[in-house]
């Protein structure tokens, strides 16, 4: 760790309090890096925002989102609806609201499961290399070769449509570039002289594997896992526009946005405000991504 | 030294490394990194191996360890060969030869502190009982030199000396018989070095160590062997202990390389001996004698035949060279060709 050394040489760094153990101090670095930087900060607000509207979906919105009003539908944004009804007249806002918890909850165990599979693939295949990276890595080009949404939509169309299958789906379709990302880093660190040392000294596959080598391959999966919540968002937006993930009358916002696509002309914010929340989620994570790998880059100090 | 114990004893080793190629990623060649070496390393004794980068030096000693597999040979370990050892086996000897890398900033996990590294050496080989283990990481650290107000301190605070001290600290926490130091003070500033080789040196004297001293650099070599081995493209081209070698050095390749040894000593200026050409390929060494391609002395015979190591009558007992022409160059009927030197 050269770079970590030269990082926490601090002279050009804003004020930081000495004497903090070397851990802390490593971590507040990172922390100043990435409160440097503007656009991750805000992806970051962002999702907090975000993940603050899913714990109080229930009292921030206005209105149950389930109930129809039919003599009101499709109403413009006022001051009673702030994004106007829907074909059935219920409140956009507070669906929008709602479907918060179901998107991050498919960006988030979609990641935590394709990431769990992936690393675990991966590892394997960049420490053992030979035969077993070769049928991995074959395996893993397979899945790839498919576009990602293109095998969600196979893998949902086969087990049928429904929110826990989606994010089966885009877990599947998540692995192999997980397994990649690990696979590389598994390469770089395992020829270290300090993992000879550990096999020097007798110890199993698994102490090596778990205890040296995955802790310093965490910044660049912890990149890619901030930057795939994005993508597997946007993927499962995808199959619930096309019918085939969370089912009516749940509020997912793919599922919202494919309801409005039929009053585009006379009601355009039936899909506007769905549209727009998925953009603001998936720029927002990718925000904090990006801001994440330049935090981590050692390359970077300013 | 023939009367000592032999510690470890290494036979026909051979290392190939397999060129992968084509569409269907066969194996096109080999690298032949080290091609057929044998020598004992004697109890107690400092046993340095010496060669320019490439040659195989370093390849020798992570195979004795296994770190990398060896293609061929065997390598005795008290008489046990270490190679016919299951993986379970392997691992349990292996508190008794550990190893100390030149890299002291990769050598160490960056995420341990002392103590996590320490301890986890201990509890692996499990040498002392739990409790005892916080002991003895203190204790470790005072034989190294280390504070123990150090202990909890990540790896990056250190310099390069206290990083490779505490390799050294892993390394002896196993209480292991041999250690082989790759490259061990290379990476060092000179001043480090120093110190560190005499670390090395009080805990050999203190603990009955055995070392396998791998380097290319000769000062530090003669400072510390007791024997040397000098290695050119994977092959043992002279090995002597430490006076015979410096002073009465038989093959042309380890005369070049003592050339190149700085003199401070202006009026008598060891005449240096410039090789030319570069170092050939281990993929595809040349037939015959390996140096001759750039070998002042060499000759048809040298192009044709590998010269085994042998002992001629000039020689000290356990001082081999690996030249067909060692008598006719000593007795100065074979003159180098002028070019050659400067």
Redesign the interface.
């Known amino acids: 760790m050269k770079q970590t050394s030269q990082l926490m040489d601090g002279s050009n760094l804003s004020p930081m309090p000495p004497d903090l153990n070397p851990k802390a101090k490593y971590r507040r670095v990172l922390f100043y890096k990435f409160m440097r930087n503007k656009t991750a900060l805000i992806g970051g607000i962002l999702i907090i925002l975000f993940i603050f509207i899913t714990i109080f979906g229930s009292i921030i919105a206005p209105y149950d989102p389930y109930t129809q009003d039919i003599i009101n539908k499709l109403q413009g944004p006022s001051s009673d609806h702030w994004f106007g009804t829907d074909n059935f007249g219920r409140d956009i806002f507070s669906r929008v609201i709602h479907g918060t918890s179901i998107t991050l909850f498919i960006g988030f165990s979609s990641v935590i499961l394709g990431a769990t599979v992936g690393v675990l693939l991966g590892i394997i295949s960049g420490y053992y290399g030979g035969r077993i990276d070769s049928i991995i890595m074959r395996l893993m080009d397979v899945l790839l070769a498919f576009p990602g949404i293109l095998l969600a939509l196979a893998i949902v169309t086969i087990l049928g449509g429904s929110t826990m299958n989606v994010v089966y789906a885009v877990a599947i379709s998540s692995i192999p570039v997980f397994a990649r990302v690990v696979r590389g880093s598994t390469l770089s660190v395992k020829k270290l002289e300090y993992i000879d040392a550990m096999k020097a000294l007798g110890a199993s596959d698994i102490r090596i594997i778990f205890k040296h080598i995955f802790p310093n391959i965490t910044s660049p999966l912890i990149v890619q896992a901030t930057l795939y919540i994005a993508t597997a968002i946007l993927s499962a937006s995808g199959l619930s526009f096309l019918g085939l993930g969370a089912q009516p009358p749940d509020p997912e916002w793919g599922a919202m946005l494919s309801d409005g696509r039929s009053y585009l002309y006379n009601a355009p914010h039936v899909a506007l405000f769905p549209g727009l929340a998925i953009v603001v989620v998936v720029l927002a994570f990718n925000m904090l991504g990006d801001g994440l790998r330049d935090a981590f880059d050692p390359k970077t100090k300013e | 030294m023939q009367n000592q114990k032999v510690l470890l004893k290494v036979t026909n080793l051979k290392q190939y490394f397999p060129i992968k190629g084509g569409i269907l ?1 066969r194996t096109v060649n080999h690298v032949k990194a080290v091609d057929d070496i044998s020598f004992k390393v004697y109890e107690g004794e400092t046993l340095s191996i010496v060669g320019e980068s490439g040659c195989g030096k370093s390849t020798t000693g ?1 195979a004795i ?1 296994r ?1 990398d597999e060896p293609s061929g040979g065997q390598v005795e370990f008290r008489g046990e060969d270490l190679l016919s050892f299951s993986k379970k086996k ?3 000897i ?2 008794e ?3 100390i ?3 002291p ?7 341990q502190t002392v103590r996590q590294i320490l301890t ?2 201990l509890e ?2 499990n040498v002392v009982p739990k409790k005892e283990r916080g002991n003895r990481v203190i204790e470790l650290l005072e034989t190294v030199g280390l504070g123990t107000h150090q202990a ?6 250190f310099s390069g000396g206290q990083r490779q001290r505490i ?1 050294i600290a ?2 002896l926490s ?1 209480n292991p018989k041999l250690i082989v130091a790759d490259e061990a003070v290379s990476a060092l500033d000179v001043s480090i070095q120093a110190q560190v080789i005499n670390l090395l040196t009080k805990l050999q004297r203190e603990f009955k160590l055995t070392y396998i001293f791998i380097s290319h650099d000769l000062g530090v070599v003669r400072h510390i062997s007791d024997r040397i081995i000098v290695m050119y493209v994977g092959k043992i081209v002279e090995i002597a202990d430490k006076k015979s070698l410096f002073e009465n050095p038989k093959h042309p390749y380890t005369r070049a390389l003592l050339s190149a040894i700085p003199s401070t000593d202006i009026d008598n200026r060891p005449q240096r001996i410039i090789l030319k050409g570069d170092v050939p390929s281990p993929i595809d060494p040349p037939k015959g004698c390996r140096f001759h391609t750039r070998c002042p002395f060499a000759t048809e015979l040298c192009r044709q035949e590998e010269p085994s190591l042998r002992q001629t009558n000039l020689m000290l007992d356990g001082h081999k060279a690996a030249c067909h022409h060692i008598e006719e160059i000593e007795a100065g009927t074979h003159q180098p060709s002028p070019l050659t030197v400067s």
């Open positions: 990623g992570r360890l770190l392997m691992n349990a292996r508190k030869m550990q190893i890398f030149q890299d900033y990769a050598s160490i996990n960056p995420r986890e050496a692996i080989q909890d301190r990540m790896p990056h605070v390799g892993r390394a196993v």
